[in-house]
Antibody, heavy 119, light 108 residues
Framework: EVQLVESGGGLVQPGGSLRLSCTAS????????MSWVRQAPGKGLEFVSA????????DYADSVKGRFTISRDNSRNTVFLDMISVRAEDTAVYYC?????????????WGQGTLVAVS | DIQMTQSPSTLSASVGDRVTITCRAS??????LAWYQQKPGKAPKLLIY???YLEGGVPSRFSGSGSGTEFTLTISSLQPDDFATYYC??????????FGQGTKVEIK
């Protein structure tokens, strides 16, 4: 069974930094792309970032480009999101999700989410 | 970036109704489109990928169609468990992925 467990969320001051982690199990981690998607309170889903299975390719939403960095450690089955210079508008539940393919695909498994509050 | 526009934003329907949600891309994305269902307080669930392929375990009353810039999600006979919010998402390789703004399906 695929499991994705996020951690690292919490309360952070504007301008501060935070590292989110997502530990995966139940599949061959290095073979699949991973993504972070966020949802602000009462709002819709927003793509944040994605990384290919081998980490050769990354994508970012314009709203976080230059402030957030996605990375992965395939030896530890973990994907990270490093967040710097956070803003109030970064407040959201952050979901980790697995892509169907190495580079892209529908997001077929999701974590439970971790809340980041910037205040 | 590619913009995704869903319509309607809210839809009121009854059990047994046929429901159609539309998603329009600002430029062609071939069939690189997925549909998700989300219930309050829960993570989204993948329903359809590559515009028309049903994810395993998803009831066959859900179907997707379209290519290029126009896509639809159809629920052939709405069930009580289907009242939720639905999102489309494009995952074209050469652009950051983007979601539609969502369509909330409510009980009429």
């Amino acid at each position: 069974e695929v499991q994705l467990v996020e951690s690292g969320g919490g309360l952070v001051q504007p301008g501060g930094s935070l590292r989110l982690s997502c530990t995966a199990s139940g599949f061959t981690f290095r073979s699949y792309g991973m993504s972070w998607v966020r949802q602000a309170p009462g709002k819709g889903l927003e793509f944040v970032s994605a990384i290919s299975g081998g980490a050769a390719s990354t994508d970012y939403a314009d709203s976080v480009k230059g402030r957030f960095t996605i990375s992965r450690d395939n030896s530890r089955n973990t994907v990270f999101l490093d967040m710097i210079s956070v803003r109030a508008e970064d407040t959201a539940v952050y979901y980790c999700a697995k892509a169907q393919l190495e580079r892209r695909g529908g997001l077929d498994n999701w974590g439970q989410g971790t809340l980041v509050a910037v205040s | 970036d590619i913009q995704m526009t869903q319509s309607p934003s809210t839809l009121s329907a009854s059990v047994g109704d046929r429901v159609t949600i539309t998603c329009r891309a600002s430029q062609s994305i071939s069939t690189w489109l997925a549909w998700y269902q989300q219930k309050p307080g829960k993570a989204p669930k993948l329903l359809i990928y590559k515009a028309s392929y049903l994810e395993g375990g998803v009831p066959s009353r859900f179907s997707g169609s379209g290519s290029g810039t126009e896509f639809t999600l159809t629920i052939s006979s709405l069930q009580p468990d289907d009242f939720a919010t639905y999102y489309c998402q494009q995952y074209n390789s050469y652009s950051p992925w983007t979601f539609g703004q969502g369509t909330k399906v409510e009980i009429k």
